[in-house]
């Protein structure tokens, strides 16, 4: 299923993304109910997908996210943040960076470089700590796309990553969540960005230092996860600058593609 959260006219609500079998067209059945809750129902309401908004298809209450999980990247990266280290990188990005897939990212004034990365995104489906490996399946709710956008010249300076990561608008998630995948369907799916249409990054999840159950296992062990909360897994090689009227675009293959322009506050 591809879950997406949407505004249409007045009304915010989730729908199932459907494609129709006859004319090829895609669009919106709404539901009733909260996916994350278990008690949707379709409503019989149906809407063009080019007729209605697209939002970020959850609110997580944090985005726990991986640093240096692809190697390429961690070369690249090395002046940044150092070595790789056995146990996953983590840091947070908060709640209110999140945005949807198609709005706009606010260039900071008080940074001189801000950077894309594509990444694969975990939604949690119920609260977990402690989470073995084994029972990691049990915790996913499904799969979208993110870009944890950077200023990266505040990430070197500031040491840690807060404000860097933090900024209003910077993760873009969407354009859906989609379920059904297995993890070792999410961990071998193509991960692609592009900059006014010009590929940066070219990646596959597959590449991954640590896997999804490792991460989960090691969030969960200090960290209580809750049901819409999302998990970025990091970025491969590829990262670079956006400028202000730049479109960046990250596609996960079989999850879709965000699409978010650069701009500034004024
Ligand atoms: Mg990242």
Redo the contacts with the bound molecule.
Sequence with gaps: MRIARFASGDEVGFGLVETDSDSGEEFVARLSGHPLLGDIKLTGERAKLSDVRLLSPVLPTKVV???KNYADHVAEMKDITGESTEEPVVFLKPSTAVTGPHDPIFHPETSERVDY?G?LAIVIARPCREVPRERVKDVIFGYTVAN?V?ARDLQKRDKQWTRA?GFDSFCPMGPWITTGLSIEEAQDLALTTTVDGETRQDGRTSQFIHDIPGVIAHITSFMTLLPGDVV?T??PAGVGPVRVGQEVAVTVERLGTIRNRVVSRD
Excluded: R
Aim: hydrophobic share 20%; glycine share 18%.
């Design positions: 996210c991986i640093g990365e990444e944890d950077t990561k970025l990091g970025t």
